[in-house]
């Protein structure tokens, strides 16, 4: 008999996930587009975008402290997860579409903000994980060294 999905044991990969490089690429991108948005008369967008940046890096810093204190658990459950998932995102977006409204239109920034945060981070935590695969360390299994000196490329 298997167990239903909503009830199996919750593992999750170890993941390259650093806070301090996503706040450093956060806030270099709100400087960017704060500069553009205020070259072209909207300054507010940029302040907007930081604000859905941070938004952004909010969740995922929450994301990262649930997935530890659940998996932590003797028995963690993926249906924990879900539910602390679904509050925490209905949260974010309940805030991003008020201050998106509110503040209309620049306060759709916000909404860009998030969204561009998501690319950041999806891309900064796979570009290592695929870059460590390339130099052949995922085929070692756990027993690997992590010297990232040597490579299968020659």
């Known amino acids: 008999m298997t167990t239903p999905a909503q009830d199996a044991p919750l593992v999750f990969p170890s993941v390259a996930f650093r806070p301090v490089r996503l706040l450093v690429l ?10 553009v948005a205020a070259l072209v008369g909207y300054p507010l967008f940029g302040l907007f975008f930081g604000v859905g940046m941070a938004l952004g ?6 994301v990262r402290r649930a997935v530890n204190a ?3 658990q003797d028995h963690p459950l993926k249906k924990k997860m879900a539910l602390n998932s679904a509050s925490r995102l209905l949260a974010i977006t309940v805030v991003g579409l008020t201050i998106a409204f509110l ?5 759709l920034g916000v909404l860009f903000g998030l969204a561009l945060f998501q690319v950041v981070l999806v891309l900064s935590t796979s570009l290592p994980v ?6 052949g360390d995922g085929d ?5 060294t992590t ?3 040597t490579s299968n490329d020659g």
């Open 130 to 135: 695929l870059k460590k695969l390339r130099a």
């Open 57 to 62: 890096l909010l969740n995922a810093l929450l």
């Open 147 to 149: 010297d990232s000196s």
């Open 26 to 35: 956060c806030v270099a991108l709100t400087a960017v587009v704060t500069a």
């Open 103 to 107: 503040f209309r239109p620049m306060g």
């Open 140 to 144: 070692q299994g756990p027993a690997a």
């Open 70 to 72: 659940i998996t932590a």
